[in-house]
Structure formats: structure tokens, C-alpha cells
């Protein structure tokens, strides 16, 4: 009792207890009425004080983590004080209500009759009894149940403080590192290759199609490199040229050369390129992206067909299927299908059938036209290593980056197709050919049954630098 008591002390409810029962005393003996300010104060501080109270609960169970964040039990238990509990004591209140007014009026009538003409005091002595009990009722609560509210409320401040010291934890690790200085809003994760006028503001496409065309480029392909950037500047695309020879004013007579990209490295493939100009943070608005060599026909391609096709085939990592009768063909699965629109797997006997998981029977495509969505390409420029040159045994490897199935999420698209003329680009030095012997090891593609034979169209090239062109093509065709 002495705890209690000691708590009774310490609550602020039981001195406004004390004024309160002590006004009311006042009040009913000398017939005060309390000011109406007063009353308008208690009132709005009533609805004040409920209202906030159900805000705050409100804001507390949006907080939760789970819908039923203490757990079924004890939701269970309050479901029942809610429902049950307290709907049965508002009735017992009721009920004892009654039977305190039937028995005032009783005892009211009998102080009637035995005393006429003091009716009223009867009256002020239940008043003073009915204040006295509640006086004594409110204080045994008070000290039982404040304390473990404020308990309650403790902890909630404590999980509170929690959620948000979780909530601003995250926050700084999901920052750039070298940013969490900075403010919130000042912080720009991502950026493009659009280029910008010196002064004022761009002008806006309405017709762009947020995705990018890059190509590595030698100038002696050049009018195979027109057709295919004139196609893709046509469909809206943000171009960017790899020039791998280090050869960028000769593109200037072409009426397109100021509305690409250059980026100029001698001797470098288009992995190199990609590794160290195509971060994902970079390339981020881009829908798809186009990974090219320079030695493809367009004249049956449409890149906005194309982007659609693969889009409404779920397609993340794609590439547009070979003409069988022009293109010089490495693996069955890259050959166009007639009447098809797009396929997953190539049939060829003892080799592969419809049981087939692995590649290059399903789920690949071939390293020189490949069209990456935005989520694959950030996967794979994560595998590319800072040493690839070649890119041999990646395509094995594209399976890790297909966000989710690869034989679903890889595919040949034979609605559009191109032409591969596998011209050969980076050789002819002596130094090319011992990188390509350094590097043989790592070739795990399957050796095409017609790499043996020579192409027609390769021996009427010239000689460069004194090296025979068509000895030089057949090594070079198996690089690319």
C-alpha cells in the first residue's frame, strides 16, 4: 500500500482530483455555478484531448510494420475488451446507474414524507456521497493503470525512435557513397548522353524513344556505318560511335556527324568501349540498349518495330535474327525462322532438341548485334571484366543477367533481321595475332562447320599493310 500511495502522490490526476471534488463541494453548498468559460474550456479540452488520442493511435498502427504488429494473442485479447468487455460494462454502468437513481428517489420520497420541509437534504447528502466514492474509485484506478500506460507509451516512443533510426539508417546506405554529406535534394544519381546547346535549354523530341544506338566503327566501313546511323537517328535513337581506328574528321562530311557521339581509342573493341562509357548510372533512361558491330545490313530492320517486339515479348536480352542467304552464319539459333516473330531455341540433331537448357541451343545470342533492356545491361556490365577484349564465352554467361528464366528472357527476334557480312575489323598487325593466340584458350563457342571456307566477297579486298587480306579475314571473322 505504501507504493501505492507513493504513486498516488506523484500523479498530477490526483491534486486535480482533490481541486475538483473540493470545487465541487463548494459549489453545491453555496450554490455555485461554475463560470460558462469554464465549461466551453473543459469541453473543447474533452474533445481536444480524444481526438488527439485517436489521431495518435491512428498514426501509430500506420506505422506498424505488420497489420497486427503485437501479435494475434493479444490483438485477440483487445478485440474482446473492445467488443465484449467494454460494451458489458457500459451496460453494468447503466444498470447501476438506474438502480442509484431508483434509490435516491426512494429515499428522496421518504425524506419527503417524514420531513416536509427540508426536502433538499437528502438531496446534497447523495451528491456528497456519490463524489466521495468516485473521489475514491478514480484514485485506486489511477494508481494501477497510469503507471502502465505510461509504460505503454514509453515503448512506443522507444519503437518509434526505432522505425526511424532504421528508416535514416537506410536511407544513408542507399545513397552514393561520397554524397551523404549533401542535401536530399541536391543529389543526382543518374545521368544521359543528351547533348546540350551552350546557352538555354534543349529542345524536346516528342517522338523520342529513350533508347540507345552504339556501334564500333572503322572508316573504312563507312558506308556501311551510314545506312545503319541514318536508320536509327530516323527512329528517334541517341547514337554513339566507338571509333576503335582513331579516325574522327574523316565522319565529318556525313550531315549527321553533329548529332552523335564520338569517343575515339585506337586498337579497343566495343567491350573495352562499353566497360569504361556505359555505366548502368549512365545509360539509366535508356529502354533498351544497342551493342553493334559495324559490319551488319539494316536494310530489313526497323529499330522501332524492333523495340517493340521485344518489349511485348518480355524480352531483356535479344538480338535480330541473320538472313540465312546473305549473312555469314556462326550458330544455328542467330538464323532467321520464316512466319516467326521471335524464338527461344534452334533444333539440330544429336546436338539440340526440345529438352535442351544450355546454350547455344537456348536462352543466347551472339556477341555482334546484342540489344540489352535497361536491368540486364546492368548486370552485365558487371560481368564484363576490365581485360575483355574479344568477349569470347560472354554470350554463355548472358544467362546470369536475364532477370528470371533465360529461356524466356532471351530470344531471336525474326520479325526483324539483318544481314551479318563478317568483315574484318581491329587485325592485321603481328600483335593483334599473338593476342589471339593468348586468348584461344578462353574460346569456348562451338567452331562453325563453314568457317573453312573462304568468302568470295573477302579476296577482292586490297592488301593492308602488307599483309594478305583474305588470310587475315578468316582469322579475324572468328574473332568477331
Known amino acids: 500500500m505504501k507504493v501505492v500511495w507513493i504513486k498516488l502522490a506523484m500523479n498530477p490526476n490526483s491534486y486535480a482530483c482533490i481541486l475538483g471534488l473540493v470545487w465541487a463541494f463548494i459549489a453545491n453548498r453555496w450554490n455555485f455555478e461554475m463560470p460558462s468559460i469554464m465549461e466551453g474550456s473543459i469541453l473543447i479540452m474533452s474533445k481536444a484531448g480524444t481526438g488527439t488520442a485517436m489521431f495518435s493511435m491512428g498514426i501509430f498502427m500506420a506505422l506498424q510494420e505488420k497489420f497486427i504488429a503485437c501479435g494475434t494473442g493479444l490483438t485477440v485479447i483487445g478485440m474482446v475488451l473492445r467488443f465484449i468487455a467494454g460494451p458489458a460494462a457500459m451496460a453494468i454502468g447503466s444498470m447501476l446507474r438506474v438502480c442509484m437513481v431508483t434509490f435516491y428517489e426512494l429515499l428522496s420520497f421518504r425524506q419527503r414524507y417524514h420531513n416536509p420541509l427540508h426536502p433538499s437534504s437528502s438531496l446534497k447528502n447523495m451528491d456528497c456521497m456519490q463524489s466521495f466514492f468516485s473521489f475514491l474509485v478514480f484514485f485506486i484506478g489511477s494508481a494501477f493503470i497510469v503507471p502502465d500506460y505510461k509504460e505503454k507509451v514509453s515503448r512506443w516512443k522507444i519503437a518509434d525512435s526505432f522505425q526511424n533510426l532504421k528508416f535514416v539508417t537506410c536511407k544513408n546506405q542507399c545513397r552514393p557513397p561520397g554524397s551523404e554529406s549533401l542535401p536530399d535534394g541536391i543529389v543526382s544519381k543518374t545521368s544521359n548522353l543528351q547533348m546540350r546547346p551552350l546557352w538555354g535549354f534543349p529542345k524536346n523530341n516528342e517522338n523520342s524513344s529513350n533508347n540507345l544506338f552504339t556501334l564500333a566503327v572503322g572508316i573504312k566501313q563507312r558506308a556501311i556505318v551510314d545506312e545503319m546511323v541514318k536508320k536509327f537517328l530516323c527512329s528517334n535513337f541517341t547514337v554513339m560511335l566507338f571509333h576503335y581506328d582513331g579516325v574522327v574528321d574523316e565522319w565529318k562530311d556525313y550531315k549527321w556527324n553533329d548529332h552523335v557521339i564520338h569517343v575515339s581509342a585506337r ?30 545490313g539494316v536494310e530489313n530492320f526497323d529499330p522501332k518495330q524492333y523495340v517493340s517486339i ?25 538464323a532467321r525462322v520464316r512466319k516467326s516473330i521471335v524464338h527461344r531455341r534452334t533444333f539440330k540433331p544429336g546436338i539440340c532438341d526440345g529438352s535442351s537448357t544450355a546454350p547455344p541451343c537456348t536462352g543466347w545470342v551472339e556477341m555482334m548485334a546484342p540489344v540489352f533492356s535497361t536491368a540486364a545491361w546492368r548486370c552485365v556490365w558487371y560481368m564484363i571484366q576490365n581485360d575483355l577484349i574479344h568477349a569470347w564465352g560472354l554470350d554463355y554467361q548472358l544467362g546470369y543477367c536475364a532477370q528470371g528464366d533465360r529461356m524466356k528472357n532471351i530470344g531471336v527476334v525474326d520479325a526483324e533481321y539483318i544481314v551479318h557480312y563478317g568483315r574484318p575489323t581491329l587485325g592485321g598487325t603481328n600483335e593483334n595475332k599473338e593476342s589471339s593466340h593468348s586468348n584461344k584458350r578462353d574460346h569456348i ?19 593492308v599493310d602488307g599483309v594478305d587480306t583474305a588470310k587475315k579475314s578468316q582469322t579475324e571473322t572468328r574473332k568477331e
Open 310 to 334: 521485344a518489349k511485348s515479348k518480355g524480352l531483356e536480352i535479344s538480338q535480330p535474327a541473320l538472313d540465312t542467304g546473305k549473312s555469314e552464319i556462326h550458330q544455328q539459333i542467330t
Open 267 to 296: 586498337n579497343q573493341t566495343k567491350w573495352w568501349f562499353a566497360k569504361r562509357f556505359l555505366h548502368p548510372d549512365i545509360v539509366a533512361e535508356y529502354n533498351y540498349i544497342f551493342l553493334w558491330d559495324e559490319d551488319l
Open 445 to 463: 563457342l562451338e567452331e562453325p562447320s563453314h568457317s573453312k571456307k573462304k568468302d568470295p566477297r573477302l579476296e577482292t579486298l586490297p592488301p
